[in-house]
């Protein structure tokens, strides 16, 4: 695409303007490669693709959010994630890091989508709260709905980028008083991306940017609309505390012999075995570690509405409706004991009510019985 | 006394066929397999080990079983289904369904007579239920649509970890009821209802047995319940 000053450039000439050399530019290339979950026989594709293709423009809008997925991505392993893919792309409009304000950046903003009509991809980070008609958000004078279904007119494709924008998050929680809305219930004719997370791990943002370049396709996406690549697996299943879980050895408290022994996080709550992505196996910042390896469970903010599914620190979800902290077990519990007391009531009174009816059998029986003796002593 | 020596003849009827003694056996076994296991499986006991993880797959065997089982249990309902078409008549899916005037009075009796406990003023015949009781049998109902539940929300969970067909036939339920942990939570729900359904069942067993005598909790083993001669007289399957 062309930067600012109009001239269309490759990825790998923008690296190079860049101050990274041909050598960075491969490692990046084997780099994404793997993380989009291709074998090695793809790299010279992937490596060819960024040198041939123009940038993608990219329009980054911030709605109700906390900007930790920027973050994120600014804070990804390899230096041109954040330089060439995603950064200097999104310089067109993104409040974060542009260096344009006011009227300045909203103009940048219209240009692009002009110029580029039909050809960009919009990246949204945040929800749209739709309460109040959309006072909660307003950016420019104008409410976040507007500014989406504005941006969303040109775009190509849409990428909901963290769980805000996938789910609604934590303004989406219970009772959601800004009545923050996911991004697919507004925009409804264009294809769109699902990244839940929060933050969701910058490089599959990325290798989804390098996907999209490579094959000029999105990447196969689940049912819910997310990347496989990324989202296909569990936490869980690809966790290394794993033979931990197989083996059945347990953290029972943070503070135990068996949390000492980096066991399984499984009984403190950990989300992981619900959890669809790819933590295990990237890790955060650099490779360095990820929630269960710093000894916390998994939260799973990256499923739909994970502020509202219960304590972070237990297993069995909060039953609504039946009181603060009561899990399915307690409700189970009283439940059998009520209707095993019922039996028993039910017994007794059986016995009283039937008394005749049970004492007219007896007595026949009792009649048989006697029969039969006679018959035999005979 | 002259009234009550007055004994009555019973004759034996072949009520439950050897399919349907199978299924109700193997169903029961998989449920008590399956609440335990799943019961392990959500809350594991505590266990401070020196062993190495590597040397120990205990929690991996359990759900092994779990997972087993519910395949048992899924194969013996399929089974059962095919059965409700093809076994007699106490085991046809007619029996199960209140469809009926005739089965709307049966349980406006039983609902008086067994659950509220009044006594009839005079005995009528055709009440004496051969097969199940309009009752039992709609608590079978609300039974079978309780295992659609756990075989759906179960075999929806456990899609991910395997690259076999059948439990992909189950791999969008998750998404349809918003993620795995609802998913998990209805699956355990499900659970405590199986458990509150075997104890009202056994205890409806032996209160019929106790106060009726005609071979209700044997009938499952031997296949055969003892019906009055008079009411298999006047027999119109009821």
């Known amino acids: ?378 | 006394m002259q009234t009550i020596s007055q004994t009555h003849d019973f004759k034996r009827v072949l009520v439950w066929e050897l399919p349907v003694r199978i299924f109700h056996w193997l169903n029961a076994l998989s449920i008590i397999v399956l609440i335990i296991t799943g019961f392990i499986i959500a809350n594991p006991p505590a266990i401070l080990s020196s062993a190495e993880a590597s040397d120990s797959y205990w929690f991996g065997t359990v759900r092994a079983i779990h997972f087993i089982t519910a395949y048992v249990f899924l194969v013996n309902a399929i089974a059962r289904i095919y059965w409700a078409f093809r076994g007699n008549y106490y085991a046809n899916w007619r029996a199960f369904v209140p469809y009926t005037k005739k089965s709307w009075k049966n349980i406006m009796h039983v609902m008086k007579v067994d659950i509220f406990l009044r006594n009839e003023e005079k005995e009528v015949l055709k009440n004496i239920s051969v097969g199940h009781n309009y009752v039992a049998s709609f608590s079978y109902l609300i039974l079978f649509f309780l295992a659609l539940v756990q075989i759906f929300t179960g075999f929806g969970l456990y899609a991910p970890t395997s690259g076999w067909w059948l439990p992909q036939l189950f791999a969008w339920v998750p998404d349809f009821l918003g993620g795995d942990v609802p998913t998990r939570l209805i699956h355990h729900i499900s659970t405590w209802l199986f458990i509150i359904f075997t104890l009202i069942h056994v205890y409806l067993v032996f209160y019929h047995d106790w106060l009726e005598g005609r071979g209700e909790s044997s009938s499952m083993i031997s296949g055969y319940k003892f019906v009055r001669k008079e009411r298999i007289e006047k027999d119109d399957h009821i």
């Not at chain 1, 219209?110 to 009509?117: A, S």
């Not at chain 1, 026949?364 to 019985?369: C, D, P, T, W």
Request: proline residues 4%; charged residues 20%; contains cysteine.
């Open chain 1, 1 to 378: 695409m062309a930067t600012n000053n109009g001239v269309k450039e490759t990825y790998y000439e923008s690296a190079i303007k860049k101050g990274y050399d041909r050598r960075d530019f491969m490692k990046f290339a084997a780099f994404i490669t793997a993380y989009m979950g291709f074998e090695h026989t793809m790299v010279g594709q992937v490596a060819k693709s960024l040198e041939t293709t123009y940038r993608l423009p990219i329009i980054w809008e911030h709605y109700q959010e906390c900007t930790c997925c920027s973050e994120s991505f600014i804070r990804s392993d390899h230096p041109m994630v954040a330089d060439i893919i995603l950064d200097n792309v999104s310089l067109d409009y993104t409040e974060t890091l542009m260096a344009a304000s006011g009227h300045q950046a909203e103009a940048a903003k219209h240009d692009t989508m002009k110029k580029y009509h039909g050809e960009y991809i919009l990246c949204v980070e945040g929800s749209v709260p739709l309460g109040a008609d959309g006072v909660y958000c307003t950016i420019a004078g104008k409410t976040a709905k507007d500014h989406l279904i504005e941006a969303a007119e040109g775009a190509k494709a849409i990428i909901a980028w963290g769980s805000c924008a996938t789910n609604g998050c934590v303004q989406g929680a219970k009772p959601n008083p800004t009545g923050a809305t996911p991004i697919h219930k507004i925009i409804k004719n264009k294809p769109i991306v699902q990244m839940p997370g929060c933050p969701p791990i910058g490089e599959a943002m990325a290798a989804l940017i390098v996907h999209y370049v490579t094959f000029d396709r999105l990447p196969e996406l689940d049912r819910s609309g997310r990347p496989k690549a990324f989202y296909g697996k569990r936490v869980h299943d690809t966790c290394y505390r794993r033979p931990y879980f197989d083996a059945g050895l347990f953290a029972e408290t943070f503070d135990d012999e068996n949390a000492k022994e980096g066991y399984c996080l499984y009984k403190l709550g950990c989300k992981g075995p619900t959890t669809y992505n790819a933590c295990g196996s990237m890790k955060w910042n650099n490779g360095v570690s990820f929630p269960i390896q710093s000894g916390h469970g998994c939260i799973g903010c990256s499923e739909a509405n994970f502020w509202d599914n219960g304590p972070f620190y237990k297993r069995l979800t909060n039953l609504p409706g039946f009181g603060i902290e009561s899990t399915a077990d307690t409700v189970g519990k009283v439940a059998v004991g009520a209707v095993a007391v019922g039996l028993a009531t039910h017994a007794v009174v059986a016995n009283i009510s039937k008394h005749k009816e049970l004492k007219n059998r007896y007595t026949r029986g009792r009649v048989n019985e006697e029969n039969l003796d006679k018959t035999e002593e005979n």
